[in-house]
């Protein structure tokens, strides 16, 4: 099973990217898909999360409104649409899947099964 994440890059602020996160090895049809960014010297934290079941999405209050999570189920494939991008959303995104748990539990690391190896942003001001 792997996660691979791509889409990453160099961008102005104001400026927008498209992260991809390509899923293989099992069908993710019935996972929550999260994206987590890691800037250097800070923890993980969550960003936004899809359920493949029903597309409930869930967002970090700092990117609400700037970044949209979608599934393509036919795909296997995640993304997270980049909008408005800051400085401060530099970082390093990883997307993961998680299987079974409750939307209060989303932003908590250890329930993700599989990771991806992690996708670059910087955005410079």
């Known amino acids: 099973v792997q996660l691979q994440a791509s889409g990453g890059g160099l961008v102005q602020a104001g400026g927008s990217l498209r992260l991809s996160c390509a899923a293989s090895g099992r069908t993710f049809s019935s996972y929550t898909m999260g994206w987590f960014r890691q800037a250097p010297g800070e923890e993980r934290e969550g960003v936004a999360y899809i359920s493949n079941i029903d597309d409930y999405t869930s967002y970090a209050d700092s990117v609400r409104g700037r970044f949209t999570i979608s599934s393509d189920k036919a795909k296997n494939t995640v993304y997270l649409q980049m909008h408005s991008l800051e400085s401060e959303d530099t970082a390093t995104y990883y997307c993961?899947?998680?299987?079974?748990?409750?939307?209060?539990?989303?932003?908590?690391?250890?329930?993700?099964?599989?990771w991806g190896q992690g996708t670059l942003v910087t955005v410079s001001s």
């Open positions: 993961a899947a998680d299987d079974g748990h409750k939307p209060g539990t989303w932003g908590l690391i250890p329930i993700y099964d599989y």
